[in-house]
């Protein structure tokens, strides 16, 4: 008999063929209102799908090679695909970021692997940084033998200077927020190339997972979507 753990690899591998990874997981409580899972009872349980650095991004550009020029939110629709079939194969449903009415991944991903919100949003993670992101989740039915978090040191408390909240060259970062509108009024503009072209330069100036850094390429390609260019 296969065993959570045995499911767990074969997942992991599944995932692995595309840069993806598992990013944790969580069983529901009793008492908290769960998606639905692949049969339309609620979920017991849930595995997050995401990327570290940039392994899925030679995967997505070979796929986006076979489709049409207009494609619209292509990487979604390339994650939506790659899990689906992953879901399909193990009998679980996917979730998607992007499905309405929206669902709590932020707030599960913090749950699964015990992370905290950087200044800009982003959860730190003690590995990549700010380098990493989620792509989706495998809901279940069952209750999964799901190991909680070891709980990780934050590197936003150890960081003294926070160069985060620096180097953007209209302040859109601060202890207050995020100046939504600033930024995106300075990347559209001429003089907003260096963020367009290269990425958010107060999220590059973080000092923590460099080695995962996104390539230019994929950078521009997130602020594209970002700005709606």
Same mark, same amino acid.
């Given at each position: ?48 799908? !995401? ?32 899990? !689906? /079939?992953?879901?399909? /194969? ?11 009415? $929206? ?28 380098? #990493? ?7 279940? /039915? ?11 040191? #934050?590197? =936003? ?6 160069? =985060?909240?620096?180097? =953007? ?36 100036? =973080?000092? $923590? ?18 700005? !709606?260019?």
């Amino acid at each position: 008999m296969e065993t959570p753990q045995d499911i767990a690899g074969q997942i992991s591998t599944a995932l692995s063929a595309h840069g993806l990874i598992l990013r944790g997981g969580f069983n529901f409580n009793d008492d908290e209102s769960a998606p639905l899972g692949p049969l339309g009872a609620p979920a017991r349980s849930v595995l997050l799908i !995401g990327q570290a650095g940039s392994a899925p991004w030679p995967h997505f550009l070979r796929w986006r090679e076979s489709q049409p020029a207009g494609l619209k939110n292509p990487l979604d629709t390339w994650s939506r695909q790659i899990i !689906g /079939e992953v879901a399909e /194969e193990f009998g679980a449903r996917a979730a998607s970021p992007s499905d309405k009415p $929206y669902l709590p991944f932020q707030q599960w991903a913090m749950r699964a692997e015990g992370l905290k919100p950087s200044p800009l949003g982003i959860l730190m993670h003690p590995q990549y940084g700010l380098w #990493h992101a989620y792509r989706g989740a495998l809901l279940f /039915e069952t209750d999964l033998a799901i190991p909680p978090p070891e709980i990780p040191i #934050h590197l =936003c408390d150890l960081c003294v200077g926070k160069p =985060c909240l620096k180097a =953007c060259p209209v302040g859109a970062h601060s202890e207050a927020g995020f100046a939504h509108e600033a930024c995106l009024s300075h990347v559209r503009r001429p003089d907003g190339a260096l963020c367009r072209d290269g990425g958010c330069l107060n999220r590059n100036a =973080c000092p $923590y997972g460099t080695e995962y850094r996104y390539p230019a390429d994929e950078q521009a390609f997130h602020m594209a979507a970002f700005v !709606g260019l």
